[in-house]
């Protein structure tokens, strides 16, 4: 037995079923993400002189364009989609609510965000709150984008990864980077239970040197199962990594990995662009 599959809550037309589900799992990469993605927009943004252009694969929901360009937190999504108030509403009143939610809570310094997923309901849901500019129900494992998204992810110049690396490879990342038009950092949490290595390798042929965040490692979920437990335990060890401490203690944890130009990692040093994690979410145990 592997990981326990969640495809099905991507699937629905709203994000309610997800932060449910995964909200019981006290779920919260997003939640460490936040920070990270934050700075690393306002480091490329001020580097670049305009807005950075952020294109997050896997986005699902867009729940990372949510944390990164508005004010709130992941325990506020979390309170707001299982409230009593949301639960009560169709889906197409929920849509309206979230227009105004978001707006008016839609930050300053708000950056244009691309969702790139399998999951059309997710992406379709996200555009119509305003989460997302642009999306794309494409998987690149399978064949190669389109021309739309090969135009939309032009402008580029940081890309997010919180859900879905154990899903991608190199095939994922070369025609994007082949269709950006300057120098793009990539900023992906990965699940320790696999390697991140083929991935940074191919980066490498794009001119991006991968560094991991050294020491830091962020709960992802807590396990379903002990026999979900045992996998990730024999499975980070395989990896090479130790899971006493992390896996041993009830939760997947994952590891960021951050990929750039070797110029931007001299004058922009991981440590200035991560922290060391911050206090989980407060989400109910169950």
């Not at 927009?41 to 944390?67: H, K, M, P």
């Not at 990594?241 to 990692?265: K, M, N």
Request: aromatic share 10%; proline share 8%.
């Amino acid at each position: 037995m592997g990981r326990t599959p969640f495809d099905n809550l991507y699937d629905q037309p709203d994000p309610r079923a997800y932060f449910r589900v995964l909200g019981a799992l006290d779920y919260q990469t997003p939640h460490h993400a936040q920070g990270v993605f934050r700075r690393m927009a306002a480091n490329r943004t001020a580097q670049l002189a305009g807005r950075a252009e952020v294109l997050d694969i896997c986005c699902s929901y867009g729940i990372n364009a949510a944390l990164l360009n508005h004010d709130l937190t992941w325990d506020d999504l979390h309170a707001h989609y299982t409230s009593p108030r949301a639960d009560a509403l169709t889906t197409a009143e929920l849509i309206e609510w979230d227009r105004a939610y978001y707006a008016a809570r839609r930050r300053r310094d708000a950056v244009p965000v691309t969702g790139l997923d399998v999951a059309t309901p997710a992406l379709d849901y996200a555009l119509a709150v305003g989460l997302l500019d642009h999306a794309f129900a494409e998987n690149l494992e399978t064949a190669p984008p389109s021309p739309a998204l090969r135009r939309a992810v032009r402008a580029t110049r940081l890309i997010t990864v919180t859900g879905g690396a154990s899903f991608l490879s190199p095939r994922t990342f070369q025609p994007l980077l082949a269709a950006v038009d300057a120098p793009v950092w990539i900023a992906a949490f990965v699940l320790r239970t696999g390697s991140y290595q083929p991935i940074a390798a191919s980066l490498r042929s794009h001119g991006l040197v991968t560094e991991k965040a050294a020491d830091s490692t962020f709960a992802q979920r807590r396990f379903t199962s002990p026999q979900e437990q045992q996998y990730a335990v024999d499975a980070v060890a395989a990896a090479g990594e130790d899971p006493q401490g992390r896996e041993t203690e009830g939760y997947f944890h994952t590891a960021l990995y951050v990929s750039r130009p070797p110029e931007d990692t001299e004058a922009f040093p991981l440590a200035t662009l991560t922290q060391a994690p911050s206090s989980a979410p407060r989400l109910p145990r169950h």
